[in-house]
């Protein structure tokens, strides 16, 4: 089965650490991420920019500054995408929009990205449920 | 329990949006800040023992506003609230509160509780010292510290501050459209002059924790205003600025300028987080000081290095700035990137006329000094070196001067 973990935290006390908090922080991380290696469980892990840094996409032409910010609608998954900058990230986000109109897309910039490091990690898509 | 960590930083997370509710509801801000200090001591009691609530916040808000109201009742011997214990019990009032906050009267709190610490007719130290006692909820020896005076002199500016501001007309009212633009450019500028007292003095343990600070409030007010390209501007230049201290001084505490510095020492998490701000900056076209400035910023960060700088870049940017607000240190700042794309003499040539202006400032005679020496005026490089060494505003920038022309002069040698 594969499932994602998803970290939520306090961003402004996060993105206030030191350099040495943070790298503390990320070194016990990282002893949990090398067991998960050697396991081969561990997939593909990110971290994401604060919310301050996102933009969010509404009804595939209605740009807005910040994150998403609804109680109604829930997150139900996500995309990584490899592109030159926002205006770019955008647009991939109205062709996604495009094809699933009622979707809203939060477009939030990765700090650190750590591919997927399992060695029969899946070449094709795997459909679990 | 709750970790005492934890309820600090809730304490401190809330502490802006509570006192500035709080303000809204009693109009006098010593009694808001009672208010909240007696909120945040029932927290410190109930929370270890019960679990936060749901919405710290909106607990202390009421807890505060009804610990008030309590104290007025004892002293007129009516009946008391009941007592805070029931009301962390998640009641139907808090839920209630929290989402009245969740409007518009939150961002216009906040804003109006940073906007009277900018008060026109506070100097510009007391802004600051008003703004991290109230707003930080740092303590008065916290700020006399940052500032070099003594505790008892900083009680007295505070106090005086906060007399002079219940003189005034605090707008309590919802600010309109232009007015709530008025409020949050001053608390921008307010907020910079935060980060540049910390900034200026480099390496010093108490003082540097402003620009941490100064960042902290930026993102807040970003929070609250998510669409102001010149906010996400303001923020991204701190960021990128602070994302650099490491690499600013040596060991002995001597500064580094920016082209001599190791890049690798450069906050990588801060930089991103810059970058990404500005990027979303840039799609406004609506473009302001603040902006251009972390565009220069950016661009040195962006760089790999200092020689694969993109002066042009830079100079373009200077320009635009000069643009939008005509200054001789914009120029200075100019000549620097001129300089790089177009020799010493063309930067010469274009600070020489500042000199009326800039008689007083230690940057100006550095770079003269540097120009000159690049152009071989070996004893005119001196007397501008020896005026910067006069005016040096610390120790370490003195220090700086003499370093850098010790080791140009062997150079020129």
């Given amino acids: 089965m594969l499932y994602t973990l998803l970290c939520y935290n306090k961003e402004d006390v996060v993105w206030s650490w030191s350099k040495e908090e943070d790298d503390a922080v990320m070194a016990r991380l990282s002893v949990v991420h090398e067991k998960l290696v050697k396991e081969g469980k561990l997939g593909t892990s990110l971290r994401l920019l604060p919310t301050t840094a996102a933009t969010t996409l509404r009804g595939g032409d209605l740009v807005i500054d910040g994150p998403f910010a609804e109680t109604k609608e829930q997150l139900l998954g996500f995309y990584v995408i490899d592109v030159e ?15 699933n109109p009622t979707s809203v897309y939060e477009i939030r910039p990765i700090a650190l990205y750590v591919p997927d490091a399992r060695p029969n990690a899946p070449t094709q898509m795997i459909k679990v449920y | 329990m709750t970790d005492m960590a934890w309820i600090n930083g809730a304490l401190t997370a809330a502490r802006p949006q509570a006192i500035g ?20 001591l029932r927290a410190l009691k109930s929370w270890p023992e019960k679990g936060p609530p749901r919405d710290p916040t909106a607990w202390l808000i009421l807890v505060g506003r009804n610990a008030a109201l309590d104290g007025v009742r004892k002293q007129s011997r009516t009946t008391a609230l009941p007592p805070d214990e029931e009301i962390s019990d998640l009641g139907d009032a808090e839920s209630e509160l929290a989402e009245r906050l969740d409007g518009s009267h939150y961002r216009d709190d906040v804003l109006r509780l940073l906007f009277i610490c900018c008060h026109p ?19 008065v020896t916290q700020i006399a510290r940052a500032f070099l005076v003594s505790d008892a002199a900083m009680e007295q500016r505070i106090t005086r501050a906060k007399a002079r501001i219940a003189k005034a007309e605090v707008p309590f009212e919802t600010p309109g459209p232009a007015e709530r633009a008025e409020r949050v450019a001053a608390v921008a500028a307010m907020i910079y002059l935060l ?7 480099g390496q010093d343990p108490a003082r540097a924790p402003l620009c941490d600070e100064a960042i902290r409030l930026a993102r807040l007010l970003l929070r609250l205003f998510q669409t102001e390209p ?87 940017l ?21 300089a790089k ?49 006069a005016l040096a505003n610390s120790p370490a920038e003195a220090a700086h001067i003499r370093q850098h022309l010790d080791r140009l002069m062997q150079q020129a040698e």
């Fill in chain 1, 85 to 99: 900058s926002l205006d770019a990230a955008l647009a991939v986000a109205k062709q996604l929009s495009a094809a």
């Fill in chain 2, 21 to 40: 509710a709080l303000l809204r509801y009693f109009r006098d801000m010593d009694r808001a800040e009672e208010a909240f200090q007696d909120a945040c």
């Fill in chain 2, 121 to 139: 007719e506070l100097p510009a130290t007391q802004q600051i010292a008003l703004a991290l006692r109230i707003v930080s909820g740092l303590t």
């Fill in chain 2, 195 to 201: 980060f540049n007292e910390g900034y200026s003095a």
């Fill in chain 2, 230 to 316: 010149e906010i996400m501007g303001l923020t991204a230049l701190m960021l990128l600025q602070q994302a650099r201290l490491k690499a600013r001084f040596d060991p002995s505490g001597e500064v580094i300028l920016l082209d001599d510095q190791d890049r690798s020492l450069w906050n990588a998490n801060l930089i991103s987080e810059g970058l990404a701000l500005i990027d979303k900056a840039m799609r406004h076209n609506r473009p302001g000081p603040y902006q251009v400035q972390a565009a220069i910023a950016a661009t040195h960060s962006r760089s790999p290095s200092a020689a694969e700088t993109d002066w042009a870049g830079i100079d373009g």
């Fill in chain 2, 318 to 338: 200077y320009l635009a700035l000069e643009r939008m607000q005509p200054s001789p240190v914009i120029t200075l700042n100019r000549a620097v990137a001129v």
């Fill in chain 2, 341 to 389: 794309l177009h020799g010493p003499a063309a930067a010469l040539a274009m600070i020489e006329p500042l000199e009326a202006q800039l008689s007083g400032y230690f940057h100006y005679f550095g770079a003269r000094g540097a120009f000159l020496l690049q152009l071989g005026r070996k004893s005119e490089a001196r007397q501008a070196f020896d005026r910067a060494i």
